[in-house]
């Protein structure tokens, strides 16, 4: 059973920096890509930044999340966004996604993904 965990967010003030965290397990052969997206509250979700497993590429889909970076331990089965430099405006909740090795990739956008976190809440005060 595929299973995605965040973790990392919390609350802090603008210009801080955070680094969310996500631990993946139960792919048979490996996710192919994993991405985050976010949502703010009252709006859609965002976003995002999607890396290919291995870390060889990365892409994001919009200027949602393209001020941060977005890394892969593949040892650790973990994938990482680096954010720094925090707005207010990046107050949401930021997902952890991702598609089954061998599925299509239709981009970096949030059709493309199959399986989803519970979301790690990010609160930025100005």
């Known amino acids: 059973q595929v299973q995605l965990v965040e973790s990392g967010g919390g609350s802090v003030q603008a210009g801080g920096s955070l680094r969310l965290s996500c631990v993946y397990s139960?792919?048979?052969?490996?996710?192919?890509?994993m991405a985050w997206f976010r949502q703010a509250p009252g709006k859609e979700r965002e976003g995002g930044a999607c890396?290919?497993?291995?870390?060889?590429?990365?892409e994001y889909g919009d200027s949602a999340l393209g001020r941060f970076t977005i890394s892969q331990d593949k040892g650790k089965n973990r994938m990482y966004l680096e954010m720094t430099n925090l707005k207010p405006e990046d107050t949401a909740v930021y997902y952890c996604?991702?598609?089954?090795?061998?599925?299509?990739?239709?981009?970096?956008?949030?059709?493309?993904?199959?399986?989803w976190g519970q979301g790690t809440r990010v609160t930025v005060s100005s």
């Open positions: 996604a991702a598609i089954l090795d061998g599925r299509p990739y239709y981009g970096c956008r949030e059709s493309t993904f199959g399986h």
């Open positions: 139960g792919f048979t052969t490996g996710p192919w890509w």
């Open positions: 890396i290919v497993n291995g870390g060889d590429r990365a």
